[in-house]
C-alpha cells in the first residue's frame, strides 16, 4: 500500500488530504489494495486508485470529496459535470497507459468511479467522521 502524501497548502487542501488518507486507510482495512494514491495522469490527478475485491473484483478510481461545514451543501454537491468529465478522462487514460504511474502494472479489471464524501460529526461536536461511499457514481 502506498502511503499518505500530505500537501503543505492551505487549511483546506490540507483538510482534503486527510480526508483522502482517512478514506484510503478505510478502504483498505475492507480489503482494498490501493494501488496509488494523487495518482497524476497527464494534468489530471485522481485521489485514489484502488482494487475493488468484490466479487466480482475491480478497478476503482475514488474520488475524495470534504466538508467542513453543509453551510455551503453537501460534499457530493461539489461534483460538477466539468470534474466529473475530468474524473472519466483520467480513468480512460490510466487504463491506456497501463500502469498507476510508479510502473507497476495496472490489474486488467473492470473499472468504475466512486465518489467518498467526508464530513465532520453531527454538530461539530466529538465523534467518528460521517462516510458516504457511492459505487459507481457517475
Known amino acids: 500500500m502506498v502511503g499518505p502524501r500530505i500537501s503543505r497548502g492551505s487549511a483546506a487542501s490540507h483538510a482534503g488530504a486527510l480526508a483522502e488518507a482517512f478514506v484510503g486507510e478505510r478502504l483498505a482495512a ?33 474520488e475524495v470529496r470534504w466538508r467542513r461545514a453543509r453551510g455551503h451543501g453537501l460534499p457530493e454537491e461539489t461534483l460538477d459535470r466539468a470534474k466529473r468529465a475530468r474524473l472519466h478522462e483520467g480513468l480512460h487514460r490510466l487504463v491506456a497507459a497501463g500502469t ?7 490489474p486488467r479489471l473492470p473499472a468504475r468511479i466512486d465518489l467518498v464524501a467526508v464530513e465532520p460529526p453531527a454538530g461539530g461536536g466529538p465523534g467518528p467522521l460521517r462516510v458516504r461511499h457511492h459505487r459507481s457514481a457517475f
Open 30 to 62: 475492507a480489503g482494498w489494495t490501493i494501488l496509488g494514491r494523487n495518482v497524476r495522469i497527464g494534468r489530471r490527478e485522481l485521489d485514489l486508485v484502488a482494487v475493488d475485491p468484490g466479487p466480482p473484483p475491480m478497478l476503482v478510481v475514488v
Open 100 to 106: 498507476v504511474g510508479d510502473g507497476h502494472p495496472l
